[in-house]
């Protein structure tokens, strides 16, 4: 099932998306919701980002380039880090390369949507927890990394977390390939089995650090392959199964000289 959030004249909704056409719904999709009976075509509205996040946490340094590359020991303590929920944009949405700056790092993932409350839950029970998928885009700017090694600032600029088309509830995480084009050109194209430390790890390992919430978005990684952009191009990440998450890049101090 592919839930959605959308706006048309100014109003926003939830629905679900079913071979271009979107259902309305109403109410709490990770508890109790139903169709309202209104029907929009998919072509008649803008889509948002899908979710509102709780809260979003991301990995990093995730993936390798092949499996011979894969550690033989995972990292004691993964490299986690939070990203403000202002920073969420959704398809189709400009992203604002920040300051003087003339560039920023694209980086395409697959974002887990938590479902129901998670404490101290084991690696084969994650799954049970996890409400849906989407294609997240974990937008970074190291120019503003700290010299100690913290990356909060370099992540956490509004615009810089673009999520979307849709929340698939019907994936299987363990078979997805994490795409990315800059202006029509692959740049990233992983499997998951590339990935350091494993979805259902990181996730048991985030529960038992803290409780995670219905609506807590947690990013995965990034494939190798990511680089820096300039203002005027295109990013698509793209996931078979969710829908391609596209966006384009200008710079702030072009957005403030035309406004």
Not at 28 to 47: H, Q, R
Not at 54 to 79: C, H, M, R, W, Y
Not at 94 to 122: T, Y
Request: hydrophobic content about 40%.
């Amino acid at each position: 099932m592919k839930f959605v959030r959308f706006s048309k004249e100014d109003k926003e909704y939830q629905g679900v998306l079913k071979q271009g056409v979107i259902k309305e719904i109403q109410g709490d999709i990770f508890s109790n919701w139903e169709y309202t009976g209104e029907v929009f075509g998919a072509d008649e509205v803008k889509l948002l980002a899908p979710i509102e996040p709780n809260q979003i946490i991301g990995i990093g340094a995730n993936f390798v380039s092949k499996v011979d590359e894969l550690p033989s020991t995972l990292p004691e303590i993964p490299v986690f880090f939070f990203k403000p929920t202002s920073s969420v944009i959704g398809p189709e949405e400009e992203i604002v390369i920040p300051g003087e700056n003339e560039e920023v790092k694209f980086e395409s993932e697959l974002a887990v949507i938590i479902g129901k409350e998670a404490r101290n839950i084991k690696e084969s029970e994650v799954l049970d927890y996890v409400f849906g998928y989407t294609v997240g885009n974990d937008v970074t700017a190291p120019q503003y990394f700290h010299e100690a090694g913290h990356w909060t600032i370099g992540k956490a600029f509004d615009t810089f977390t673009p999520l979307g088309p849709v929340i698939e509830t019907e994936l299987d995480p363990n078979t997805v390939r994490v795409e990315a084009r800059l202006d029509g050109m692959e740049k990233q194209n992983s499997g998951t089995e590339l990935m350091i430390v494993p979805i259902a790890k990181m996730i048991s390992y985030l529960s038992s650090v803290m409780t995670l919430k219905p609506g807590d978005v947690i990013l995965t990684g990034s494939p190798v392959g990511a680089e820096f952009v300039k203002a005027g191009s295109t990013i698509e990440c793209k996931i078979k199964g969710i829908g391609t998450l596209q966006n384009t890049f200008v710079n702030a101090k072009d957005r403030v000289a035309s406004s």
